[in-house]
């Protein structure tokens, strides 16, 4: 599995790309090589994202290029507990807690576990036992720009999470990932994937986190399949600290009549780019995709989501509210496809935009690509300053000034947070985002 | 309790109020009256004090202090309170947190404790039932989705919990009909007594068919050209605006 024919424009590459070439270099054969070698192949072939890619326009990862990167280290099962603090739910209220370090999963030695109805694997052991299965999960993702760190996460994951879930699952199951690094320019490539039964359900949450100063660079995949009739409310949750890159992809598809809730929520890290390709394959199948993108001091986050349908009757609403305050920046960039054939698709994009300070800024693009007749798509984007009438009507009443705008941003984000069914999870996701808002002392006492 | 003097003030560069002249004693009631245009809205803004009104001249005292000199919200807190016209509608903010959060921001100015929540719950249900307001309130967002005639009642009804001592309803009862002008008067009302005064803006004589004002006064052209007793507004509405306007020239 040479890469020779490479070899003589290596020089030329940037460093980061000759890392990852020696990190595959350096990979021991496994029963997926000839997936990976060819996902590693194409993208060496193409090359980092730049500006000059479309769905790349906003976020620009030239100061990783001339960073050399090796493997973040993996952590002995049981070296690493994560402190209470790090916990978005409490003990009573998760089925399960597991705990993901740089992308590798801390089980018990035990490779078929079960809570209540989901089945956990290591990817690394399954890949042993069942590689048609995860074969089947790393059929190549196109050459699109939007897609390009996946291949590479595909070509050097070396563990990863597979959770089957076979039942109704009444409570949330949280995936801790933990990104810890004793060196710099480290690279973690953590993979999960979710394979939903028909008829199932289930809350998944993945929260990512880091414990000390420094964090791999983390280029992370989920793919999620959803068959016939099954409903899955999934969250990836950012919270990782200012210094962080992560570059998340996600990837859903879904059968007939399945229902996937997805929430991609941006409290945390320094630069922080989130995909999400959802695929409506079968008539009946619904997405309803969340986006809340919290800019705060230097952030830059960036959000693509590309919803597409190929049935009839398919449906997906996207909502996304995006805050920015100090200088950071926010860009959120949707886009719905309707496939020729996919009639009486319905679709709808609503974005709002709010700037808190003079130096953020909000970038926000719907768009649409319509292949289809008889379809039913709408879209909005807004972005403002807080609305000065909502905040002298407060004034008016008595508020003083930090209470009525703490109230008025929390009120932005309250189609989002709506959106959550599980109580214990909202209350979380509230309590970490006031955490990052203006005025959270005020704000804790309105909850 | 207020006294405005010589009040000029600019929205957007246009010189809107040219020298108001305004006296109101505790106990009264004044009705102010006039053509669409005239500065009514305007002047009831400029007192509650909102910041993109800039005021060029003249005073305003509240209980012997310079109300110009205070924001907003401290205007509020020392008891002033601005029924809007057109009130805002804030999704997301619940009705109630804001009614409590307006009632306890004037208690802490007070230096009393913060209301006790049942408390607080029991007197909300007390004054939504003399407003004939529906319980669905209570989960609703600030004024969210409400009818015209809703957002007046809920209007009334901030104003009948945080209980001011200067109470400026802005055409409180344009586009109510009759059952609900009768309920929000009845509530206005009920507010009256020797310590408070109340100052309606209105367009028509009909509310104060209800609302029996001590005084009347006609702007108009940013100047209050005319004051009389409640027979002014029952010859307004005979002769109309004009015949302040040419009288005043003749």
Not at chain 1, 132 to 152: E, F, I, K, M
Request: aromatic share 6%; proline share 4%; net charge neutral.
């Amino acid at each position: 599995m040479s890469l020779l024919q490479h070899s003589s424009a290596a020089a030329a590459r940037p460093a980061a790309l000759r890392s990852f070439e020696a990190q595959w270099l350096g990979r021991d054969a496994d029963a997926l090589s000839a997936l990976r070698e060819e996902a590693m192949e194409r993208f060496l072939r193409l090359g980092l994202p730049s500006t000059r890619d479309e769905s790349w326009r906003y976020t620009n990862l030239r100061h990783l290029a001339a960073h050399g990167f090796v493997d973040a280290p993996r952590a002995p099962a049981g070296s690493l507990e994560p402190t209470a603090s790090l916990c978005l739910l409490g003990v009573a209220e998760r089925v399960a807690t597991v705990l993901v370090v740089n992308g590798y999963p801390v089980l018990p030695s035990s490779i078929d576990l079960s809570f209540n109805g989901i089945e956990i694997n290591s990817l690394r052991e399954l890949s042993r036992t069942d590689p048609g299965l995860v074969s089947n999960y790393l059929a190549p993702a196109s050459d699109a720009d939007v897609a390009r760190w996946r291949l590479l996460n595909t070509a050097l994951f070396v563990d990863g999470l597979y959770l089957k879930i076979g039942t109704r699952v009444e409570t949330p199951l949280v995936i801790l990932h933990l990104s810890t690094a004793e060196v710099p320019d480290t690279v973690a490539y953590p993979r999960v994937i979710i394979d939903a039964s028909a008829n199932s359900s289930a809350v998944i949450i993945e929260h990512h986190v880091q414990q000390g100063e420094l964090t791999p660079l983390c280029n992370s995949v989920t793919q999620l399949r959803l068959k016939r009739g099954a409903q899955i409310e999934h969250f990836r949750v950012f919270a990782t600290g200012p210094k962080t890159t992560h570059i998340d992809s996600m990837d859903v598809r879904q059968e007939r009549d399945s229902r996937c809730k997805q929430f991609t929520i941006a409290l945390g890290g320094g630069l922080v780019r989130t995909s999400l390709e959802a695929h409506l394959n079968e008539p009946g199948a619904c997405l309803d995709s969340y986006s809340l993108l919290v800019g705060h001091e230097e952030r830059h986050v960036d959000c693509v989501n590309i919803a597409t349908h190929s049935a009839p009757h398919t449906r997906s609403h996207q909502t996304a509210r995006a805050i920015a305050s100090g200088s950071s920046r926010v860009i959120f960039n949707s886009k719905v496809v309707v496939d020729a054939g996919a009639v009486q698709a319905e679709s709808q994009q609503s974005c709002r935009g709010l700037l808190l300070s003079p130096s953020a800024e909000i970038d926000t693009r719907p768009q649409l690509e319509i292949r289809a007749d008889e379809v039913k798509c709408a879209h909005g984007a807004t972005t403002g300053r807080l609305d000065p009438d909502m905040l002298f009507y407060m004034l008016s009443r008595g508020l003083d000034r930090e209470t009525a705008q703490s109230l008025l941003v929390y009120a932005f984000l309250a189609d989002v947070l709506t959106g959550m069914s599980v109580a214990s999870a909202r209350a979380a996701i509230e309590n970490a985002l006031i955490a990052q808002l203006p005025d959270s002392q005020v704000l804790r006492k309105f909850r | 309790m207020l006294k405005i003097t010589g009040l000029h003030a600019r929205v957007a560069g246009k010189e809107i109020l040219k020298g108001v002249n305004l006296e109101v004693n505790a106990g009264e009631v004044h009705a102010i009256m006039g053509p669409n245009g005239s500065g009514k809205s305007t002047l009831a803004q400029v007192l509650a004090g909102r910041e993109d009104y800039e005021v060029t001249g003249g005073s305003v005292e509240f209980e012997g202090r310079d109300l110009l000199a205070l924001p907003a919200e401290e205007r509020a807190r020392a008891g002033l309170f601005l029924g809007f016209q057109y009130p805002v509608e804030i999704p997301g903010v619940n009705n109630v947190y804001l009614l409590k959060a307006a009632l306890n921001a004037k208690r802490k100015a007070a230096g009393e404790p913060e209301v006790d929540a049942y408390e607080f719950l029991a007197l909300i249900k007390q004054k939504m039932k003399l407003m004939q307001m529906s319980e669905t309130f209570l989960t609703r967002g600030v004024n969210e989705g409400f009818s015209g005639g809703e957002k007046k009642r809920n209007e009334v009804l901030q104003m009948l919990v945080l209980e001011p001592k200067l109470a400026i309803l802005d055409e409180t009862d344009s586009g109510l009909d009759i059952d609900a002008l009768k309920v929000v008067s009845m509530g206005v009302n009920s507010l009256r007594d020797p310590k408070r005064a109340v100052v309606l803006v209105t367009h028509y004589q009909r509310l104060l068919d209800y609302i029996v004002p001590d005084q009347v006064h006609v702007l108009s052209g940013g100047r209050i050209l005319k004051s009389g007793d409640r027979s002014l507004a029952l010859e307004l509405e005979r002769r109309g605006y004009d015949w302040v306007r040419e009288s005043r020239v003749a």
